[in-house]
């Protein structure tokens, strides 16, 4: 009986909140002004030079730059790639 009568309550209480005054909440709405925006154009930067696109690496070439032990499939291989990686591109 509990639970009925506290949800009966919370439900009451509920529709006589919505039963009041049915005054707008809000009663002055606010207005957007256009304010003036300064445009920006970027300028291209003299010196730089776009580099030609190297063709990709084969297979043969990257195991060729890889440490010793690079090539094993364990967990010491993947160590190895990953600290070599890890030293080049950081």
Known sequence: MGRV??????????????????????????????????????????????SPIAAPLSDEQLLALMPPGAGQADAFGALVTAQFFLEQYA
């Open 5 to 50: 009568a506290a949800a009966t309550l919370v439900s009451v209480c509920a529709l006589a909140a919505c039963t009041g005054d049915p005054a707008p909440i809000v009663t002055d709405l606010p207005t957007v002004s256009p304010s003036p925006v300064a445009s920006v154009t970027p300028t291209p930067d003299p010196s730089a030079s776009l």
